[in-house]
């Protein structure tokens, strides 16, 4: 089994920082894709960032520039470091990792981010 712990949510004013860490632990061998995702309030959930094995990166055009995803393998964790916090990116952030060992992908339990404004 493999289990995904998130921290660094919370309320911050616009303009402010967050940053979002994930650990993954678990049968948690050759992590491949791990990725943010969010699901604001009455809309549909969608991905934030993602970076591959390799750290290929991308991005939600509305986080580019502002947010940066990252990844230490050596502790199976993926952070994303979000700047420039405007109220719409106001959501639930969940990390998702692909495990290349069990064909599979997992969800974190996710964590509240609010942005006042």
């Known amino acids: 089994q493999v289990q995904l712990v998130e921290s660094g949510g919370g309320l911050v004013q616009a303009g402010g920082s967050l940053r979002l860490s994930c650990a993954a632990s678990?049968?948690?061998?050759?992590?491949?894709?791990m990725a943010w995702y969010r699901q604001a309030s009455g809309k549909q959930r969608e991905l934030v960032a993602r970076?591959?094995?390799?750290?290929?990166?991308n991005y939600a055009d509305s986080v580019k520039g502002r947010f940066t995803i990252s990844r230490d393998n050596a502790k199976n964790t993926v952070y994303l470091q979000m700047n420039s916090l405007k109220p719409e990116d106001t959501a639930v952030y969940r990390c998702?990792?692909?495990?290349?060992?069990?064909?599979?992908?997992?969800w974190g339990q996710g964590t509240q981010v609010t942005v006042s404004s």
């Open positions: 998702w990792v692909y495990i290349t060992t069990t064909r599979d992908g997992y």
């Open positions: 678990g049968t948690v061998f050759r992590i491949n894709t």
């Open positions: 970076i591959t094995s390799d750290g290929s990166t």
